[in-house]
């Protein structure tokens, strides 16, 4: 069938979404819901105008000669506002938050140019008694959890996208309470325990789940001259790590990124050599050839594999994802994070 967007002619199957349709036509209309899979029309930024009346792209069908607007005043206006109404349920604590530069919310607040908000938050920052008040009986439901050894999680910056919930394969998270209380959480809200594949940590929009880390040691040991820090890269991760960084750097030559950040040592693994005990022999094989103390070699696997953190190995330092490698590169272009130690 033949639809308009913006005035021009485009081809579309029955049963597609108009966002479906504009993405496969590099229309851009942004989301902070959908996923390729799953299109549920919570955030609601994805409006579009059908005849003058804002629909949800993602979920609306296409049909016989419809004819669609992308940009226009009205849609502005509804998208500014959609935002403004998930900002306020949202602790806007991005100067220390994991995903600075890196969260889909903040971006977007930042491309649609939100200077104010008009709305009472549900839950997190609060300025004053009163609200303090209003919101009092959500506070308490604030969950942060750091106690699994894989996935960070801080329902202060859930923005109640529903990504985890549908694309989490052993369907750990749903909501919690009801009504305006409602959360995003665990079962009786216990330690997330799954087989921590990542990727609800992957499509989450904002900081709400992060990987877990010890970043500060991680960034100590980095800055240590004393110590020889080997990175391995998992087979394809540097096209995620380029796409992790996103707008953070330029740089496109991943090994003059790592090096700046103190990398002395680059490994790739190929097919012949994917398993990860390849990886735990780094040490042995360095200190024979280049004649350095075990102890004083840091192995880094960097790798979207991250279920490994849980399983601790004294040949294997660390596993970074490709997220934690693009926040390295945006904290040592931003502030000498170096000269920061860590609280004993
Ligand atoms: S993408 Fe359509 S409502 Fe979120």
Redo the contacts with the bound molecule.
């Keep these: 069938m033949n639809i308009k967007i913006n005035g021009k002619i485009y081809e579309a199957k029955a049963g597609e979404a108009i966002?479906a349709v504009c993405k496969k036509n590099g229309i851009k209309v942004p989301?902070?819901?959908?996923t390729k899979k799953f299109?549920e029309?919570?955030?609601?930024?994805?409006v579009v105008e059908i005849g003058g009346r804002l629909v949800?792209?993602?979920?609306t069908k296409v049909c016989e000669g419809m004819e669609i607007v992308t940009e226009s005043e009205k849609i502005e206006k509804a998208r500014r506002i959609n935002l403004e109404l998930l900002w306020a349920d949202h602790a806007g604590k991005c100067a220390t938050c994991k995903k600075n530069q890196m969260c889909e919310l903040q971006n977007l607040a930042l491309e649609y140019k939100i200077e104010n908000f008009h709305f009472i938050p549900r839950k997190g920052e609060i300025t004053g008694a009163e609200e303090l008040d209003l919101i009092k009986d959500n506070w308490s439901r604030v969950v942060v959890e750091n106690e699994n050894p894989c996935i960070s999680r801080n329902s202060e910056l859930c923005i109640e996208c529903r990504r985890c919930i549908n694309i989490c394969p052993e369907k750990k998270f749903g909501f919690n309470y009801r009504g305006n209380s409602v959360v995003v959480g665990t079962p009786y809200e216990k330690v997330l325990d799954c087989s921590f594949c990542g990727k609800c940590v992957e499509a989450c929009p904002t900081g709400a789940l992060t990987d877990q880390n010890n970043y500060l040691k991680i960034v100590e040991d980095l800055d240590n001259l004393e110590k020889f820090s080997v990175a391995v890269l998992d087979l394809g991760i540097e096209e995620k790590i380029l796409k992790a960084m996103g707008k953070i750097s330029p740089e496109k030559d991943l090994n003059k990124l790592l090096i700046n950040l103190g990398f002395e040592k680059i490994v790739k693994l190929g097919k012949e050599n994917l398993k990860i005990e390849f990886v735990k022999n780094i040490k042995d094989e360095y200190s024979r050839t280049k004649k350095i103390n075990q102890q004083d070699i840091v192995v880094f696997f960097i790798s979207s594999r991250i279920y490994e953190k849980a399983k601790r190995d004294k040949n294997l330092d660390y596993i970074l994802s490709e997220r934690e490698v693009a926040r390295l590169v945006r904290d040592k272009e931003k502030i000498k994070i170096g000269k920061i130690h860590p609280i004993k």
């Design positions: 966002f989301t902070l819901c959908s299109q029309g919570v955030c609601r930024i994805c949800t792209s993602c979920n």
